[in-house]
């Protein structure tokens, strides 16, 4: 929690020096935006037979230009993050769901190559407010759900972000962006780091 705060201390600075040094041609540009995870945890021995789970992003962002061709990006988004695998035992083929939903603080930082065309890089600051299992049996159609354990979980999560983005208009443009996890989803965890990967892909407009 004391590193998201910080997290977000950093990004109001950003936002505050980033007021004073923009020029007057180049206003700050406020948006929305949404679109679709792809997610997987990092493999380890116990995560084989994991696939990608389908997924959203949404929130708000301010795009504050710093120079002719660079800008600061900070958004908040609620983001979904998780995995699912399949597995069988006892003859009994399983399905499971892992769904770790975060509230996410990315800062990116941006160059445009041509005014409708950039790419970006810079950190996630992500705290979770969720974390569910589900269980299928497959054979029978029965599902269980488990109750939110995210306290068994490590509530902060930092990632890299790299991507690009193209703007058919000034208003409209397309995203796309992955997020390689820096820390581990787990408190105590004896063997290899499990950490959050996510492909974005989604849709920005700026008023």
């Given at each position: 929690?004391?590193?998201?705060?910080?997290?977000?201390?950093?990004?109001?600075?950003?936002?505050?020096?980033?007021?004073?040094?923009?020029?007057?041609?180049s206003?700050?540009?406020?948006?929305?935006?949404?679109?679709?995870?792809v997610?997987?945890?990092?493999k380890?021995?116990g995560?084989?037979?994991?696939?990608?789970?389908?997924?959203?992003?949404?929130g708000v962002?301010?795009?504050i230009?710093?120079?002719?061709?660079?800008?600061?990006?900070?958004?908040?988004?609620?983001?979904?993050?998780?995995?699912?695998?399949?597995y069988?035992?006892?003859?009994?083929?399983?399905?499971?769901?892992?769904?770790?939903?975060?509230?996410?603080?990315?800062?990116?930082?941006?160059?445009?190559?041509?005014?409708?065309?950039?790419?970006?890089?810079?950190?996630?600051?992500?705290?979770?407010?969720?974390?569910?299992?589900?269980?299928?049996?497959e054979?029978?159609?029965?599902?269980?759900?488990?109750?939110?354990?995210k306290?068994?979980l490590?509530?902060?999560?930092?990632?890299?972000?790299?991507?690009?983005?193209?703007?058919?208009?000034?208003?409209?443009?397309?995203?796309a962006?992955?997020?390689?996890?820096?820390?581990?989803?787990?408190?105590?965890?004896?063997?290899?780091?499990?950490?959050?990967?996510?492909?974005?892909?989604g849709?920005?407009?700026?008023?």
């Amino acid at each position: 929690m004391k590193k998201l705060i910080l997290g977000l201390a950093v990004t109001a600075s950003t936002l505050a020096f980033a007021q004073q040094t923009k020029s007057s041609s180049s206003p700050v540009a406020f948006g929305v935006k949404a679109g679709m995870n792809v997610s997987s945890l990092s493999k380890d021995e116990g995560l084989d037979d994991q696939k990608s789970k389908i997924g959203f992003n949404a929130g708000v962002f301010a795009n504050i230009p710093i120079a002719s061709s660079f800008s600061i990006q900070p958004e908040v988004l609620y983001t979904q993050y998780g995995e699912k695998s399949e597995y069988t035992v006892l003859g009994n083929k399983y399905s499971a769901s892992t769904k770790l939903d975060y509230v996410a603080v990315p800062v990116m930082f941006q160059y445009n190559f041509v005014p409708n065309f950039y790419l970006e890089a810079g950190p996630e600051f992500g705290l979770m407010v969720s974390a569910t299992n589900k269980i299928k049996n497959e054979q029978t159609g029965q599902s269980t759900k488990s109750d939110n354990y995210k306290d068994d979980l490590n509530t902060f999560n930092l990632g890299i972000g790299i991507g690009a983005g193209y703007y058919f208009t000034p208003n409209i443009g397309l995203t796309a962006r992955y997020v390689a996890g820096a820390t581990d989803i787990f408190k105590e965890n004896n063997g290899d780091a499990v950490r959050n990967n996510t492909f974005q892909v989604g849709l920005a407009f700026k008023f």
